[in-house]
């Protein structure tokens, strides 16, 4: 089972819809998956020890864990295109 990330500034609404569509994503390609809510801040506590963090907004910082940014799911453009990138970084 892979685990996601999925983080915004506060950790609530955005990441919430966000999870929503990266759920539906990993149903539609059979992937199983635990997904994790957070603030940006704890992040870090994650990193190394997942297998995909998701951000609502672009991050400078480097990770261990692939880090894909996420806010296409909110904006409605481009979603196909991240969740390409989704299952192409969960199948790898």
Do not use: H
């Not at 991050?59 to 481009?78: D, E, H, M, N």
């Amino acid at each position: 089972m892979k685990q996601i990330v999925i983080a915004c500034g506060a950790g609530l609404a955005t990441s919430s819809m966000v999870l929503d569509k990266v759920e539906s994503v990993l149903k539609q390609n059979g992937i199983r998956g635990r997904l994790i809510q957070c603030t940006l801040g704890q992040v870090d506590g994650y990193d190394g020890t997942v297998d995909l963090i998701i951000t609502t907004m672009k991050v400078r910082k480097k990770y261990q864990t692939p880090c894909i940014t996420g806010s296409a799911f909110l904006t409605g453009i481009g979603e196909e295109e991240v969740a390409q990138q989704i299952v192409e970084t969960l199948k790898a």
